[in-house]
């Protein structure tokens, strides 16, 4: 089990204590300084980790490589566990602070997907016209990404040689543009090339943390608005943040102990230009 660090041991049958342990717990800016919006945090800077001399002087080398990603996990149980309705961030120059979030869900913004490989698109797939004129149409709108006004789509020569008036024509591409507004101009996938399909409800939704947002701001606790049950329930989820904190810390040392930072020489492609000999009789005689 993780050694607590950040957490601290709440009375939860005592509302002082409660109360005392919410007002007095370190907060930090969501966003900035100016913004004057704060929730709560813990400082995870190096020096404020009680690590020994020889790990501190380790973190600063460690802080050189990408290691967030391994050590990040806590904060992903922690969201899934309190059903998106909290999250945990960065903030700080360097990131030296975690900070509770309450973020809001939104739409992905994808309208279509690929069956065979799982890339999603944010174009929906262009429908099939059974009519021969409604076809020729589409396929110019789709091929000018329905860029154009209404009345240019008159003047190509496809959707001229039509046998429909000009009024006839013009109500088609006024409909159309407005049924193929979010489609590419294929279905084709553009990973793997196969056929996408449209969602038929609408795309799975994404966290977006809103870091203007404060939480418990110059709360007061008072009993009017917050029953025992409440206070109990606030201090269990900021109990459970600190938590989080504690076992990224276990992690980040973790990596100190396991893990040596080393310099490796990596070489990259890099495209250039050279000479080619051509083969013989490449270029014309005279």
Not at 142 to 163: C, D, F, H, M, T
Not at 173 to 197: E, H
Not at 216 to 229: I, K, N
Not at 274 to 286: H, I, K, P, T, Y
């Amino acid at each position: 089990m993780t050694n607590s660090f950040f957490a601290k041991k709440v009375d939860r049958r005592s509302r002082s204590a409660m109360v005392d342990f919410l007002r007095t717990h370190y907060r930090y800016d969501t966003l900035n300084s100016w913004n004057r919006s704060t929730s709560y945090a813990q400082c995870i800077k190096i020096h404020r980790l009680g690590l020994t001399s020889e790990q501190s002087d380790k973190a600063y080398d460690l802080l050189e490589t990408d290691f967030w990603d391994e050590i990040r996990w806590p904060i992903d149980e922690f969201t899934d566990s309190q059903g998106g309705c909290y999250t945990i961030g960065t903030n700080g120059r360097s990131g030296g602070y975690l900070v509770l979030h309450e973020p809001r869900r939104e739409l992905t913004g994808h309208l279509s997907y690929c069956p065979s490989c799982g890339q999603r698109n944010f174009k929906k797939v262009p429908p099939a016209f059974e009519e021969a004129a409604e076809q020729v149409i589409a396929q110019e709108i789709l091929k000018s990404r329905n860029a154009w006004q209404s009345g240019v789509y008159l003047s190509q020569p496809s959707i001229e040689a039509l046998l429909l008036s000009h009024d006839e024509k013009l109500s088609i591409i006024t409909r159309l543009k407005a049924q193929l507004a979010d489609c590419s101009l294929t279905d084709a996938c553009g990973a793997c090339w196969k056929p996408r399909r449209n969602y038929s409800v609408p795309p799975v939704v994404q966290l977006a943390v809103y870091a203007g947002k404060g939480i418990d701001q110059g709360e007061a606790f008072d009993a009017e608005e917050w029953s025992m049950e409440a206070l109990r329930e606030r201090v269990d989820l900021v109990c459970a943040f600190d938590a989080v904190c504690d076992q990224i810390r276990h992690n980040f040392i973790a990596l100190l102990v396991g893990y040596d930072v080393v310099e490796e020489t990596v070489h990259r492609p890099v495209k250039v230009k050279v000479l080619r000999e051509r083969a013989a009789g490449g270029f014309d005689a005279e």
